[in-house]
């Protein structure tokens, strides 16, 4: 699976779809409220996993396969290339503002995000399969060594044990995919078009957090309903 190409490649303008008195917020005082992942799942019309997926490693004659969801420490919100009354209503939206420069606009957010470490964005790849095939680096053996020693009765501590087996697992598997799958979707969601910005933090990311982002407005438009 070839993922999106992350940096300068998004075209302008971009729109972000809000309710009226959101954009009021946000022209007037600078703020705007940005989503998580958990909070997408949650919603009607929403991706009920998004993040998520299917990991499948391999080394040699080695094969490990796990399912995932990463974004649990981020942050996003979601542009979209195209002005339609179709993706106005499938928001629940009442208008869009424009975004002219979306780097600036990002930057101006990273700046007053809480516990903000690093920020991506990307344009949003539609699959109909999110199982993502990856060459592991160096040997499958974690778990292998974890049943050799229960079998040898040598492990101290057979769950803390278990537990560091999956935790290396885990480490290994987020390192080979990166941020990819916080920009995979499925392929019933093309119609949104989407540039996903996503700032990833330092803290767990529960819900949606309001940030005052006063310069951000500079880089935006109001362009009112369709």
Same mark, same amino acid.
């Given at each position: 699976?070839?993922? +999106?190409?992350?940096?300068?490649?998004?075209? $302008? +303008?971009?729109?972000?779809?809000?309710?009226?008195?959101?954009?009021?917020?946000?022209?007037? %005082?600078?703020?705007?409220?940005?989503?998580?992942?958990?909070?997408?799942?949650?919603?009607?019309?929403? /991706?009920?996993?998004?993040?998520?997926?299917?990991?499948?490693?391999?080394?040699? &004659?080695?094969?490990?396969?796990?399912?995932?969801?990463?974004?649990?420490?981020?942050?996003?919100?979601?542009?979209?290339?195209?002005?339609?009354?179709?993706?106005?209503?499938?928001?629940?939206? /009442?208008?869009?503002?424009?975004?002219?420069?979306?780097?600036?606009?990002?930057?101006?957010?990273?700046? $007053?995000? +809480?516990?903000?470490?690093?920020?991506?964005?990307?344009?949003?790849?539609?699959?109909?399969?999110?199982? $993502?095939?990856?060459?592991a680096r160096g040997p499958l053996n974690e778990m292998n060594e974890f049943f050799a020693g229960q079998a040898a009765g040598t492990l101290k501590n057979p769950e803390e044990a278990l537990n560091q087996?999956?935790?290396?697992?885990? /480490?290994?598997?987020? %390192?080979?995919? =990166?941020?990819?799958?916080?920009?995979?979707?499925?392929?019933?969601? %093309?119609? &949104?078009?989407?540039?996903?910005?996503?700032?990833?933090?330092?803290?767990?990311?529960?819900? +949606?957090?309001?940030? %005052?982002?006063?310069? =951000?407005?500079?880089?935006?438009?109001?362009?009112?309903?369709?």
């Amino acid at each position: 699976m070839r993922f +999106p190409s992350f940096g300068l490649f998004e075209p $302008v +303008p971009l729109y972000r779809y809000l309710k009226s008195s959101r954009v009021d917020q946000f022209f007037g %005082a600078g703020t705007i409220r940005l989503s998580t992942f958990e909070h997408c799942r949650s919603l009607d019309w929403g /991706d009920n996993n998004e993040g998520g997926i299917r990991l499948q490693m391999a080394h040699e &004659e080695q094969q490990l396969e796990m399912i995932t969801r990463l974004g649990k420490r981020a942050y996003l919100l979601c542009l979209s290339r195209q002005h339609s009354t179709d993706l106005q209503l499938r928001y629940e939206a /009442d208008e869009a503002f424009r975004i002219d420069d979306v780097a600036g606009f990002q930057d101006a957010i990273s700046a $007053v995000v +809480p516990g903000f470490k690093r920020s991506r964005r990307a344009y949003c790849l539609y699959v109909r399969n999110r199982t $993502v095939t990856r060459r592991a680096r160096g040997p499958l053996n974690e778990m292998n060594e974890f049943f050799a020693g229960q079998a040898a009765g040598t492990l101290k501590n057979p769950e803390e044990a278990l537990n560091q087996a999956w935790k290396q697992i885990n /480490d290994r598997a987020f %390192a080979t995919i =990166a941020d990819e799958p916080l920009f995979l979707k499925p392929a019933e969601y %093309a119609l &949104e078009d989407e540039l996903r910005l996503v700032w990833i933090v330092d803290h767990n990311a529960d819900s +949606p957090v309001v940030v %005052a982002a006063p310069d =951000a407005r500079r880089f935006c438009s109001r362009v009112g309903r369709l």
